[in-house]
């Protein structure tokens, strides 16, 4: 089993930048890529972003792309979220997710899940 912990979520103006971390344990060798979803108030939970822990590979969706980047610290286990730009339409709770496949863009193919973060975007 893979633990995972979401943390560095808040409140931010439109505009302004937030990232999250999600720290990784357990059987983190199991996990081939780290992936980032997000869920907001009555809508289904949708894919933000995701990497390869071995190489560059990176997945965005196209609502985020251009203004969020994924990084990873393999020594740590650490998956990092860096969202610049921010709209309000970015508010969700946001969850990393770890895959024992590649590349991992929907949901079923996570076998671990965080409990979540909660990011506020205000107009």
């Known amino acids: 089993q893979v633990q995972l912990v979401e943390s560095g979520g808040g409140l931010v103006q439109a505009g302004g930048s937030l990232r999250l971390s999600c720290a990784a344990s357990?059987?983190?060798?199991?996990?081939?890529?780290m992936g980032w979803f997000r869920q907001a108030p009555g809508k289904e939970r949708e894919f933000v972003a995701a990497i390869k822990w071995g190489g560059s590979s990176t997945y965005f969706s196209n609502s985020v792309k251009g203004r969020f980047t994924i990084s990873r610290d393999n020594a740590k286990n650490t998956v990092y979220l860096q969202m610049n730009s921010l709209k309000p339409e970015d508010t969700a709770v946001y969850f990393c997710?770890?895959?024992?496949?590649?590349?991992?863009?929907?949901?079923?193919?996570?076998?671990?899940w965080g409990q979540g973060t909660q990011v506020t975007v205000s107009s």
């Open positions: 997710a770890a895959s024992p496949v590649w590349p991992p863009l929907r949901s079923g193919v996570y076998d671990a």
């Open positions: 357990g059987r983190t060798f199991s996990s081939v890529a």
